[in-house]
């Protein structure tokens, strides 16, 4: 059966690269996306973040000129959750992209609380990188 997958989007009034840099720095994760979790440390070079579920591990894209901040979300139970995220330039504004990927066993309410999580998180991103010029 294919995953059912949601793409979740914002608009920011800042290049791509501002948006880029600054959602790509794990340290800012819980005061744009509490969504994911409200606390983060790095440990042994692993990030951690504390989430609803306990403590998650985060593995990031390596930095790159493309905008891609895709992310592997390690669970406490072990699952491992791929994430797509794109940063795509338009002049002086980005387009963020946010693949939601509906897991296995989740109902229709869980994917519809989890596709406004996503929402509210990215756009609290646009008013935080919005407001800082």
């Known amino acids: ?10 608009w920011i009034k800042r290049r791509a690269s501002d948006v880029y840099e600054y959602a790509s ?10 969504g994911l979790g409200t606390s983060i440390e790095l440990v042994d070079g692993t990030w951690f973040i504390g989430s609803g579920e306990g403590r998650v591990a985060l593995q990031f894209a390596e930095q790159n000129p493309f905008g891609v901040l895709d992310h592997r979300v390690t ?11 794109r ?3 338009d002049g ?9 990927r509906r897991q296995p066993g989740v109902r ?16 609290r991103l ?3 990188l919005e407001a800082a010029d």
Do not use: C, K
């Open 75 to 85: 669970l406490p139970s072990g699952e491992v959750i791929y994430v797509p995220l």
């Open 92 to 100: 002086d504004e980005s387009e963020v992209v946010f693949t939601l």
């Open 87 to 89: 940063v795509i330039a």
């Open 25 to 34: 720095d794990p340290v800012h994760i819980p005061t744009w996306a509490p």
């Open 1 to 10: 059966m294919p995953i059912e997958s949601r793409h979740l989007t914002v």
């Open 108 to 123: 229709d309410d869980e994917f519809e609380r989890d596709a406004g999580t996503v929402q509210a998180d990215l756009d």
């Open 126 to 128: 646009r008013r935080i």
